[in-house]
Structures are given as C-alpha cells and as structure tokens.
C-alpha cells in the first residue's frame, strides 16, 4: 500500500473542527496554544465558538491548518505515516508540515499573514471568482484568452475549473463559456481574485516573510501545486509558495502524480470530502478515506489492519 496524505483548502471550514481531539489530550490543547501564540488569534475561540470569523480569509488560513496540523498529529501518533503528500493551496502549508519542512508555529503564522496579504491586496469588491462545470481547460482558455484581467486559477479536476480576476472580467466570461457549452458557471462567495496574477505583490511580500523561517529538510516528497511535480529539496520550498499565491492550482495534474508514483490510498485530513470528489472525477482506481475524528482514525487503523 502507498498512502498519500492530502489536505483540503479553503471553504470546508466548520466551527468545531478538531475539537473531540482537542478534548482528548493533553498534546492537542498544547497545539491550540501555541497555534493563538503564532496567530495571534484566539484559536480556542475561533475554533470552537459559534463566530463569523472563521468565514473571513486572514482567520479561516490559520484556522484551518490548525485543525489539519492536530488531525495529522492523531494520524502520525497512531502509527500511520504517508509516502508522499499533497496539499489543495491552503493545505500545501499542511503538506509541509506533515513533510517535516515546516514546523507547526511557522505554517500558522504564515497563513495567518498570507490571509492578511491576499484579502489586502486587491480592494474588496474589485476581484471575483467563478467555477466552471462540464468544460475542458483549453476551451476556457480559448474562451477567456481575449478578456483581459481573467485567468484560470483552479484546475480542480476534468470538467471543474475555477475563473479568478477583476470582478468586472470575470462576468464578462461567465456568459461567454456558457455559450461555449458550460453545463454551469457559478460565481464564487469569495473576497478577492485568488491565485491570479493581480496578488503577485501580495506573493512577493509573503516572500519576504518566508525569507525568515528556517525550514527542516523534506523526510517525504511532496507534490506543489504551482507545477504539480514532487518536491524533495527544501530550497525549492519558498519560491514555490511565493508563486502559489498568484499561480493558478493544478490539482488535476497533482492527482494524476499521485496516481503515476503508484499511490493507491488517500487519506483527506481535515474537514469535508473535497478531495475524495477530486479523487473520484480524476484518478477513481484511488480509495480515498476521510479523517477528521478520532473515530475515523480508529476505523482507519481497522482497515489497514
């Protein structure tokens, strides 16, 4: 068996996420602490109380990986280890830290301010998404080619791929791919053009960010979404993340690694099934196993036996 663990992005975040391991040990409080240390936000709060916050992109970031970081915790400590990784955006922060490169406190800090930096960047209001169902990419990008300020940020999997831009832009595209046969396009509830090149600067300035962390030498490869190719030297790492931020996300082809490398089983940490409906439109001959609760690790250990 070749176990990968992938890690979602952003929108599967839930009020309440991690919380029956946090109950459960001594070691999981410890990582909420030092979790509101790094962030600077009250993580037991925000993780665990009824609030707006965990909705706005600088709280949902660190949120998050805080959330996967303890799931990954539970998964490691029970004895199961991956092979290689892979994170959906947000989650390559996780990725790393499952790799070793990162430590806990860094991928917490850094996605805290690299939620600050893309909600910033752009004003509010000026960018959008769209997500595109039941067209092929080069026929989007036939589409969009000519709208200037609209680019492909998502390749999620064959038939949905997510448009990002100036707000203005990305309309403007919406009825043009349903002409070109899109069985659906959906404007996105986001706050900015994320992924595309109007956050180059906020990528730039999350760049000297990385500039000050010290990052560990990978014990597994990963899979980075800028180019979707297996990462094992450490010095690739900041460049990469820097870039993430204004690069379109190739997770079709991350899946399509994955497969090639001969990963047979993914383990979705964290919230949702995100992942496994990627999983199952791409690369269908990969079980996917979801763990976001102490029982699902239980139930995991039970099915590798």
Known sequence: MKIAFCYPGQGVQQVGMAEEFVKSGEHYADMISEATKASGVDMNKLLFEPNEDINITEFTQPALVTACCIITDALLLAGIKPDVTAGLSLGEYCSLYVAGAMSFEDAVRLTRIRGQLMSSEVPAGEGSMAAVIGLDAETIENVIKDIDGCWCANFNCPGQIVITGKKSSVQAAMPKLSEAGAKKVVELNVSGPFHSPL??????????????VELGNLKLPYIANVNAQQITDKDQIKGLLEAQVSNPVRWEQTLYELEKMGVDTIIEVG?????????????????VIGVSTPEDVDKLLETLG
């Open 199 to 212: 956050l180059k600067g906020a990528g730039e300035k999350l760049g000297k960010e990385l500039e000050k």
């Open 271 to 287: 919230p949702g099934k995100t992942i496994a409906g990627f999983v199952r439109k791409t690369v269908p001959s990969i079980k």
